[in-house]
């Protein structure tokens, strides 16, 4: 699709948004700020969406079946968080 010039749009990829880690990283900051326990799950929640779970559980000997069960827990420890999104670079 091509964009008329001086519409003020821009192009944009979402899955690369989503996997910027700048952005990530500026969003969970605001949600521990606001005290938004469950919007830092919902974050790195939505960071391993936009990931392949199945090659990342595969290269750290993982189960694909504890990245969910992490995050459908209402409060996994910060050292669990950690492990995941370790397991996630």
């Known amino acids: 699709m091509k964009l008329k010039k001086g519409t003020g749009l821009r192009q944009s990829n979402p899955r690369e948004e989503l996997l910027n880690e700048e952005l990530i990283g500026r969003a969970i900051w605001e949600c521990l700020k606001n005290g938004d326990s469950e919007g830092v ?4 929640r939505i960071y ?3 990931v392949n779970k199945t090659q990342i559980a595969k290269e750290n000997e993982m189960a694909r079946s504890t990245m969910y069960h992490t995050l459908k827990s209402k409060n996994p ?3 669990t968080l950690a492990k995941l999104v370790h397991a996630c670079i």
């Open 41 to 44: 799950i919902e974050v790195i």
């Open 77 to 79: 420890t910060v050292k």
């Open 48 to 50: 391993l969406e936009a």
